[in-house]
């Protein structure tokens, strides 16, 4: 887990998915995000690429050919990599493999970025 804070707030984020897993407001120790109730709903706050939602019967054709995704896509199950770490912001980068190029079979890069800045 890697956390990001400013004075007032403190985000953690799960390197799984590079997944925002908790926003909180620390004077209060108040919560904003959900916070993976598994009865209802594992995950807090995915990143979606290159879908959004889930496909019908997880399956889709790109150029002819038949691939499975999972809903959301593939980020959200792989470990991404941190590429840069300040007190308040992080960057990561999500970079295809032979793993996931199993699901999109498209050369691909994401880059993530996290910041915290108070009163804004």
Same mark, same amino acid.
């Given at each position: 887990?890697?956390?990001?804070?400013?004075?007032?707030?403190?985000?953690?984020?799960?390197?799984?998915?590079?997944?925002?897993?908790?926003?909180?407001?620390?004077?209060?120790?108040?919560?904003?995000?959900?916070?993976?109730?598994?009865?209802?709903? $594992? =995950?807090?706050?995915?990143?979606?690429? !290159?879908?959004?939602? +889930?496909?019908?019967? #997880?399956?889709?054709?790109? /150029?002819? %050919?038949?691939?499975?995704?999972?809903?959301?896509?593939?980020?959200?199950?792989?470990?991404?990599?941190?590429?840069?770490?300040?007190?308040?912001?992080?960057?990561?980068?999500?970079?295809? $493999? =032979?793993?996931?190029?199993?699901?999109? !079979?498209?050369?691909? +890069?994401?880059?993530? #970025?996290?910041?915290?800045? /108070?009163? %804004?």
């Amino acid at each position: 887990m890697i956390r990001i804070e400013s004075e007032q707030i403190q985000v953690d984020i799960d390197e799984l998915g590079a997944q925002i897993s908790s926003i909180k407001l620390k004077s209060k120790d108040l919560e904003f995000l959900w916070q993976k109730d598994p009865q209802y709903w $594992t =995950s807090s706050a995915p990143v979606p690429f !290159p879908i959004i939602g +889930r496909l019908n019967e #997880n399956k889709t054709l790109f /150029d002819g %050919k038949e691939y499975s995704m999972r809903s959301n896509g593939i980020i959200r199950y792989e470990q991404i990599p941190l590429v840069s770490r300040e007190k308040n912001q992080v960057e990561f980068l999500f970079t295809n $493999t =032979s793993k996931t190029q199993s699901n999109y !079979p498209y050369e691909c +890069r994401v880059k993530l #970025n996290f910041q915290v800045e /108070d009163n %804004k």
